[in-house]
């Protein structure tokens, strides 16, 4: 059964990819005026939002990432995946900086805690008003691929949360021009902080998943396993193995031996597995006692 090709796929993912560069190049640049900004005026809300942002352009790259590399990425002999995992090892480095951030960001603030910190109230909130309004643009780039794309979603759901770091920044803005205080500054900027490294830990805990090659979190393997064995005419599974191969591409090999005919056997056990997500996966049906097998490779 050969490999089939959806050419109204590739379509819908060539479109997705500019939507999504532009949204990253403008969430990028707004990071680092953010950074650069929180720093010169020593905010540091604006610096905790920026490392917000950051998880933001994470989450667009590797979006764009998984786009990019699944209409163009090359195979090898050696490489025969491709350079799918690109991203994953992207995620771990992102997800450690983040968490650097963070950490400077709750240092900072501990430090600070006794004295009488004083931030300018305009230029917070001249920076947080440009925030929301990139924010804006960006979830409106993104919206109308959001309900079809898991990774266009996810980098969707990342911008609405980022929007509510900039409204906090907003509002340590407006204390500090009213009341010529900057504790707001720093109680904004661990609200931040508290949000974004739980964010950095799940990130890199679940690219270290894919790494270590563990089933996807949403895959009952034992439930797969015996499912596959009901099959009328299956008399043995064995080497069923589920893993992830990059963020919405899920993969499964598995070895059925059956006592007839391999060809229902194989179609049923096709659609189980694509019932559970798995439409990228290898069956090798062995009848007859014999190690003959049939291969079917599904397109995702």
Not at 31 to 52: K, Q, Y
Not at 55 to 76: E, I
Not at 109 to 122: M, N, Y
């Amino acid at each position: 059964m050969g490999h089939s090709h959806d050419h109204a796929g590739h379509a819908a993912a060539r479109r997705r990819i500019w939507p999504l560069a532009v949204a990253a190049a403008l969430i990028g640049g707004f990071m680092v005026v953010e950074f650069a900004v929180g720093f010169i005026v020593d905010s540091l809300a604006l610096i905790a939002d920026a490392g917000h942002m950051a998880t933001d352009l994470v989450a667009l790259l590797m979006g764009l990432s998984a786009l990019l590399l699944a209409r163009h990425g090359s195979t090898t002999a050696q490489r025969s995946f491709g350079w799918h995992r690109a991203e994953v090892f992207s995620a771990v480095i992102n997800a450690v900086l983040l968490l650097a951030v963070g950490a400077y960001v709750l240092y900072e603030a501990i430090e600070r805690l006794g004295s009488h910190p004083t931030v300018p109230g305009r230029t917070l909130i001249a920076v947080a008003l440009l925030g929301l309004a990139i924010n804006v643009i960006v979830m409106v780039l993104l919206r109308a691929d959001a309900k079809e794309s898991i990774a266009v979603r996810g980098a969707y759901m990342e911008v609405i949360a980022d929007a509510l770091g900039s409204i906090g920044v907003l509002i340590a803005g407006v204390f500090a021009l009213f009341t010529g205080s900057g504790y707001a500054d720093i109680v904004v900027a661990v609200l931040i902080a508290l949000w974004v490294v739980p964010r950095a830990l799940r990130l890199a805990g679940d690219a270290l998943r894919i790494l270590n090659q563990q089933a996807p979190k949403d895959v009952d393997v034992d439930a797969v396993e015996a499912q596959l064995a009901a099959i009328p005419g299956v008399v043995d599974v064995h080497d069923l193995h589920v893993w992830t191969l990059t963020t919405g591409m899920d993969v499964a090999t598995v070895h059925v031996t059956a006592d007839a005919d391999g060809a229902p056997v194989l179609a049923a056990a096709q659609e189980i597995l694509a019932d559970h997500g798995l439409e990228h996966a290898t069956v090798q049906v062995e009848t007859g006692g014999r190690s003959g097998c049939r291969d079917a490779e599904l397109s995702w």
